[in-house]
């Protein structure tokens, strides 16, 4: 199987949230289910199974990032020799020729994707079709509104 890639501030921002989760959430759940078995008969207890709930659905969080992060591959993008080509990690300032606008782009793993933020999964069609092209190129991109045409300003690796 391969590996998913994931940026080096991607592993870090996971690593935090699931640090969030063990010391924080999880005690803080577990308080809850012994706050609510002190109540007494847990057949008719609503607060006693919802802190139940709530902690099954944070273990199988914990797990997902565990396994997460013991499947991916951490690339570092300062490491690799800058070149002017688009690589995983690297951001992209491009020129969108048919809407007449500038946009930066980070090309990330699918668990950091936040395209809100300029964070696009590697798997989206943009990212797939700025991979290994270099600044001054132009490119033609088929997205789900249609096709945009995208013109690589500066590529960095930041």
Do not use: W
């Amino acid at each position: 199987m391969d590996k998913n890639p994931i940026t080096k501030d991607g592993e870090k921002a996971i690593k935090s949230e699931l640090h969030q989760l063990k010391t924080v959430d999880r005690p803080n759940i577990s308080q809850a289910i012994a706050e609510a078995r002190a109540h007494g008969d847990l057949k008719e207890n609503a607060e006693y199974h919802a802190a139940k709930e709530q902690q099954g659905l944070l273990e199988q969080k914990i797990a997902e990032i565990e396994a997460t992060l013991a499947n991916c591959q951490i690339i570092d993008v300062k490491e690799i020799p800058h070149t002017g080509r688009v690589v995983f990690g690297s951001t992209i300032e491009v020129y969108d020729v048919s809407n007449d606008a500038e946009i930066s782009y980070q090309i990330v793993g699918n668990l950091e994707s936040d395209p809100a933020n300029g964070k696009i999964s590697i798997d989206t069609p943009i990212a797939k079709s700025l991979i290994g092209k270099s600044e001054g190129d132009e490119v033609t991109v088929e997205t789900p509104s249609g096709k945009i045409s995208l013109e690589i300003v500066l590529v960095k690796h930041n």
